[in-house]
């Protein structure tokens, strides 16, 4: 009779599981270290000031880093478009010119559809809003972030795009940032562009209540992003996405195994030779499972299952004891 039992790849089962959680914060919430939701101002121009809550930085460092991160290729481009594919120039005779000046970074897309980002190249702001990791998971769910300012109402419409709610013009948006849902980063970059065009539609010199008319009246400035990042009246919720894998060990004893118990205390002290006692000899006699260990190759014992009472194994059937696990 053996000690251990080698499971086979058929009586492993791995299945994944999605996980989904909501988080709501507002007002001070948002600047809690406990929290660790961290809000930042870039500028181009800001090289000497710092900007975050929990995590000071340069404002110039933001600015940069997200450009180079997520709008690289798309600084000459004010709609979104992406530029041509980097190619190469080859003469008849086989030589190489090099490559064409293009985009040749990857920007962390998250649709398959026109991605409308625009980068702001002047003296405009930009701002952040940084999830941390331990908290969005895998990933951001998409169509879940929602956020309340004094300068308006903010959602992501699932494919990556920040949009700004214009209640002036029917509750319709405009695209004012975006969203990378694996990265827990949500940046307003303003640029107010419109679905298809991606560039500011002004309606002639008309206005609104003394508001500039775009394309639902509303003009999206530094004051909004200004909002954005350093007002506590602010209010933001979203779901986080987290993969676990439910393992199932399906551990089945034959008929013919582990008949004998392993408990010591079926030996008899009183003998020299240390022989059992004579009932564990007997033709019906059956020993109890009560814990199942699962090793690895190097018999190293790497997790246990306690029974919720003792199982007797059965020497006309074989017995399974399905052990479950959740992992990452």
């Known amino acids: 009779m053996a000690a251990y039992k080698t499971l086979n790849s058929q009586d492993i089962i791995v299945s994944p599981l999605e996980l ?25 121009l800001a090289t000497d000031l710092s900007t975050g809550y929990i995590t000071p930085v340069s ?61 702001p190249t002047g003296s405009e702001h930009i701002g952040v809003m940084s999830v941390p990791k331990a908290m969005f998971g895998d990933y951001i769910q998409p169509n879940s972030i929602i956020i309340d300012t004094p300068s308006g109402s903010y959602y992501d419409d699932g494919e990556g795009r920040l949009r700004m709610l214009t209640p002036l013009d029917g509750g319709s948006s405009i695209v004012v940032g975006n969203v990378i849902y694996e990265h827990g980063m949500i940046i307003y970059t303003g640029g107010s562009r419109t679905e298809g065009t991606g560039v500011n539609v002004y309606y002639g010199d008309a206005t609104y209540d003394g508001e500039d008319a775009i394309y639902g009246g509303r003009v999206v400035s530094d004051i909004h992003v200004d909002n954005f990042v350093e007002t506590t009246n602010i209010t933001m919720s979203f779901s986080s996405s987290f993969t676990i894998y439910e393992t199932q060990y399906k551990c089945t004893i034959g008929e013919s195994e582990f008949n004998y118990t392993l408990n010591p205390t079926v030996i008899n002290n009183t003998s020299n030779n240390g022989t059992v006692y004579d009932y564990v000899t007997g033709s019906y006699f059956s020993p109890y499972v009560t814990t199942v260990g699962l090793y690895n190759n190097d018999n190293e014992l790497m997790a246990v299952g306690k029974l919720a009472q003792p199982l007797p194994t059965s020497r006309t059937t074989d017995t399974t004891i399905l052990v479950n696990i959740d992992r990452q």
Do not use: H
């Open 20 to 44: 989904v959680k909501s988080f709501s914060y507002s007002g001070s919430d948002l600047i809690e270290p406990n929290v660790g939701i961290d809000r930042y101002l870039g500028s181009k």
């Open 59 to 119: 404002q110039s460092a933001i600015y940069f880093s997200a450009q180079q991160l997520y709008y690289s290729n798309y600084i000459s481009s004010s709609n979104g478009d992406v530029q041509a594919a980097n190619t190469q120039s080859i003469t008849p005779d086989g030589v190489t010119n090099g490559l064409i000046p293009s985009n040749a970074y990857f920007n962390f897309e998250q649709t398959d559809l026109n991605s409308l980002k625009f980068w």
